[in-house]
């Protein structure tokens, strides 16, 4: 992804030509995936792994060129009604690497979303899926956000999830891979909510952030922690401190003790929300 900058962090989604129609709703553990028959994909380059993120179990943002490092301005927000996807949309999915037993998981909870969202995730063996999962270790999980995945080169990833094992809990594959998918379907972070009022002890972001593996100068930190999305760029519901999509926040870093912990599964208002921005 050599074009488009990858930063530390971790709320939506035209219907496109679905050029890939060999479906796989279970990988088969007799088919080796060296043998399946999806376009190949390059590499990450090991220049796009921030050094010291290799053990950080978050995720990464990743923007289209021009979208990133912006701080205070409407540049992320301008687009978020533009990446949502058609309402009734089949989205084709592969998925590159990983053990069988992984990529099955990663099937089981992406479709949580399905059960309230009126879109469809059609995982595939052949073609060029419209999201492209990889499993490249140390390398953060990310999604484009929505559409943007329209727009990545069809030989390039525009999911991965970098920490995945046998031995991953189903807590955690239920925390990430529906949060990554959210992100697929056009979600953005939840601390970044119009209506969000965390009170954050800027100093100690600041402080915090600057060091591993973040290495974050201080606007990084105003576009990815304290910049909002506004309420005329965005379709959102409450602030929801339980969604799936807000980032966990120590006590230690707001000025009250507020602090959200590790959500590892849709929030009512989550499901009931997504369920408005693609009605059944």
Partial sequence: MELHKKILLGSFISMAIVSCNTTNDTIDEKI??????????????????????????????????????????????????????????????????????????????????????????NFVTTGTPQIRVTFTSGAGSYSYIGKDALSIASNKETMNFGWFTDTTSDTEFSRTVIHEFGHALGMIHEHQHPLAAIPWDKPKVYAYYAGAPNYWTQAQVDNNLFAKYSTSQTQYSAYDKQSIMHYSISSTLTTNGFSVGNNTALSATDKQFIATVYPK
């Fill in 32 to 121: 080796p995936q060296d043998q399946q028959l999806l376009s190949a994909l390059q590499a990450t380059p090991q220049a796009d792994i921030p050094a010291g993120f290799e053990n950080t179990q978050m995720c990464k943002d990743v923007y289209l060129p021009g979208e990133d490092y912006i701080p205070g301005t409407t540049s992320k927000g301008a687009v978020v009604t533009n990446k949502k996807w058609t309402n009734g949309s089949v989205i084709t999915v592969g998925l590159y690497g990983g053990s069988t037993y992984v990529r099955n998981k990663v099937i089981q909870y992406a479709k949580e979303w399905s059960k309230y969202a009126n879109i469809t995730f």
